[in-house]
């Protein structure tokens, strides 16, 4: 069964960073194309980032150049860096294959004000 473990979301101000990290555990990480989605409140989730094994990365328009995917297939990891922060970036995030297959983990919550 896979596990998945988000953390590193918190408050933010209106153009700052936050790095997001996922730990996934018991499956073969490595040959699964990773991404972070995520749902801000009212809306439905979305899929912000992806990342291929060999590290080819794509981002959806309201997210590009402005967040960095990343992975660690030696630590199971992947990241998410997000900077230039918008209030409308505010939502839980949440890593998982990019099919979505895998049970969701906790997410966390990043919010974005001043």
């Known amino acids: 069964q896979v596990q998945l473990v988000e953390s590193g979301g918190g408050l933010a101000q209106p153009g700052g960073s936050l790095r997001l990290s996922c730990v996934a555990s018991g499956t073969i990480f490595s040959i699964y194309t990773m991404g972070w989605f995520r749902q801000a409140p009212g809306k439905q989730r979305e899929l912000v980032a992806t990342?291929?094994?060999?590290?080819?990365?794509n981002y959806a328009d309201s997210v590009k150049g402005r967040f960095t995917i990343s992975r660690d297939n030696a630590k199971n990891t992947v990241y998410l860096q997000m900077s230039s922060l918008k209030p409308e970036d505010t939502a839980v995030y949440y890593c998982n294959r990019q099919s979505a297959t895998w049970g969701w983990g906790q997410g966390t919550q990043v919010t974005v004000s001043s």
């Open positions: 990342i291929i094994s060999g590290g080819n990365t």
